[in-house]
């Protein structure tokens, strides 16, 4: 309940192509300065693109030919109709900066000015969109001014609400601005347009939400001299942080939870669940970011609604697994049910009706009925009468296996930007260890969560209460098949959104 402020300020920010376009309308030209503010991970890979060469450095050159190059594909897929024609646009000026990022990496920023020529006319209608980057998730805001001229009812604001897109509003990280279209209506006459500040390319790191801690171990991945001491505090700090992150939202713990308590699991079961989570996250990163290394065209945030969906049906198939077993075991008994009911002389069973056979309590019940045979040291006694709960049938290894799985299936972007960063600089091996002790903190965290649950269950003996504590306990299972299903379904439902 503590960190999901920190967990969600920003889920994707590493991700994130954020873009500003500010339009300036004046007398026969309508002016877009048009940014991009690439993170961490999408920077890596366009700067595999600008390094034509491969010498681990952007020059100059292979800076202005990329800057050119990209500034063109943004004017290719922005688009400015004046009164219903498509205007050509055409780039004037390009500029590419790095500001440094974050684990070593370093973000990209691109500028482009781009001219579009408008007819001399009283009134114009000025639609304009974007399409540049659709598919990536950021930041998306459009801001214009008159220059000499009036926009009449503009609504689109006149000062960037991001400072062109160096200071992120905090309270809109998690909900950001996502504008690519807008209309205009555009006046002659009108005041020169307000002094604009020049937007450079150089700028410092933007926040994006991720907190001190995280902070320190990324820039220890970036450290000059890697000594042995910084390798241990790093080790430390990222089993510590892994630790953290298991009480983030997410990973399956409420299922898991559900199935421990619900389904009578064990020590073993919670342990199981753990490690398998664990494991799964750590290879989804590594994963990750052998293939972000690989392509510069994949979008990784575009996985992620899918690895969710795929979470998602693999809980509501396990949660219909447990309530179709609920229900069977509900009709023919829930829970087996037995009593023994005894009399001052003797004691009757009711799972049968069979005679009744009076005898002391002081004997070992070594002996035949003449109505039927069992076994009595199956049963526990007292002299008030007691019930036994048989337990219902646990998940199978490859069930639980399966829960592990896609509790685990959504890899953290800090731990890919740790091991990106990592590989950045020649240090691989170390971003690899880095997110292994990573998924070493998380896993125990949540084999912790198992086996206290698992304990905590075994405390609560069901053979020593009522009747009516035995018929709600009963009721557990399904719940437990509720639970599991809802959580699987809400996933679905938020994936097949995000998708």
Same mark, same amino acid.
């Given at each position: 309940m503590l960190v999901p402020g920190v967990a969600g300020a920003h889920p994707l920010g590493n991700f994130t192509i954020n873009q500003a376009a500010a339009l300036v309308v004046g007398p026969g030209r309508v002016t877009d300065t048009h940014v991009v503010d690439m993170a961490?991970?999408?920077?890596?890979?366009?700067?595999?693109?600008?390094?034509?060469?491969?010498?681990?450095?952007?020059?100059?050159?292979?800076? &202005?030919?990329? #800057? *050119? %190059?990209?500034c063109a594909q943004v004017a290719h897929d922005v688009r400015i109709g004046v009164d219903g024609?498509? =205007?050509?646009?055409?780039?004037?000026?390009?500029?590419? &900066?790095?500001? #440094? *990022? %974050?684990?070593?990496?370093?973000?990209?920023?691109?500028?482009?000015?781009?001219?579009?020529?408008?007819? =001399?006319?009283?009134?114009?209608r000025i639609d304009y969109s974007t399409s540049f980057a659709s598919g990536r998730i950021g930041w998306r805001e459009i801001t214009a001014i008159g220059d000499h001229t009036t926009l009449v009812g503009s609504p689109l604001p006149t000062v960037s609400p991001s400072a062109s897109l160096t200071r992120y509003p905090q309270d809109r990280l998690s909900s950001p601005l996502d504008v690519r279209t807008a209309r205009l209506t555009v006046r002659d006459g009108g005041a020169a347009a307000p002094h604009q500040p020049r937007i450079t390319t150089a700028t410092g790191s933007v926040v994006r939400g991720f907190d001190d801690l995280t902070q320190s171990l990324?820039?220890?991945?970036?450290?000059?001299?890697?000594?042995?001491?910084l390798g241990l505090v790093a080790v430390a700090?990222?089993?510590g942080l892994g630790a953290l992150h298991a009480f983030a939202p997410g990973h399956g713990k409420t299922v898991m939870a559900a199935y421990l308590v619900g389904e009578r699991?064990?020590?073993?079961?919670?342990?199981?669940?753990?490690?398998?989570?664990?494991?799964?996250?750590?290879?989804g990163v590594l994963v990750l970011g052998l293939v972000l290394t690989a392509s510069q065209t994949f979008a990784p945030e575009a996985v992620y609604p899918y690895l969710s969906l795929a979470s998602g049906v693999c809980f509501v198939a396990l949660g219909l697994t447990l309530l179709v077993g609920a229900i069977r075991?509900?009709?023919v008994g829930f829970?087996?049910?037995?009593?023994?009911?005894?009399?001052?002389?003797?004691?009757?069973?009711?799972?049968?009706?069979?005679?009744?056979?009076?005898?002391?309590?002081?004997?070992?019940h070594d002996h035949d009925h003449a109505a039927h045979d069992h076994d009595h040291a199956a049963h526990d006694h007292d002299d008030h009468g007691t019930g036994e709960a048989e337990a219902p049938a646990r998940l199978s290894r490859r069930n639980l296996l399966t829960l592990g799985f896609a509790g685990g299936m959504?890899?953290?972007?800090?731990?890919?930007?740790?091991?990106?960063?990592?590989?950045?600089?020649?240090?691989?091996?170390?971003?690899?260890?880095?997110?292994?002790?990573?998924?070493?903190?998380?896993?125990?965290?949540?084999?912790?969560?198992?086996l206290l649950l698992a304990r905590a269950r075994r405390r609560f003996d069901l053979s020593r209460h009522s009747d009516r504590a035995l018929k709600i306990a009963a009721v557990f299972p399904v719940l437990t098949a509720v639970v599991i299903t809802g959580s699987g379904l809400w996933l679905v439902a938020r994936a097949a959104i995000a998708a």
């Open positions: 961490e991970i999408p920077a890596f890979q366009a700067r595999q693109d600008v390094d034509r060469n491969h010498d681990g450095r952007e020059s100059g050159a292979e800076r &202005a030919r990329w #800057a *050119g %190059q990209e024609t498509r =205007a050509e646009l055409a780039v004037r000026s390009s500029h590419v &900066a790095f500001p #440094a *990022g %974050q684990a070593g990496l370093l973000t990209l920023r691109l500028v482009c000015r781009l001219d579009a020529p408008v007819p =001399a006319a009283a009134t114009h990324t820039d220890s991945v970036s450290a000059r001299r890697l000594t042995i001491g700090f990222a089993i699991g064990t020590v073993r079961d919670g342990l199981l669940i753990g490690v398998t989570v664990a494991f799964t996250h750590t290879l075991r509900r009709q829970f087996g049910l037995q009593h023994h009911h005894h009399g001052p002389g003797g004691h009757t069973h009711d799972h049968e009706p069979v005679a009744a056979h009076p005898h002391d309590h002081a004997h070992d959504v890899p953290t972007p800090t731990a890919v930007v740790v091991l990106l960063g990592a590989t950045a600089i020649g240090r691989a091996w170390f971003g690899a260890l880095l997110v292994v002790a990573y998924g070493i903190g998380m896993g125990g965290t949540l084999v912790l969560a198992g």
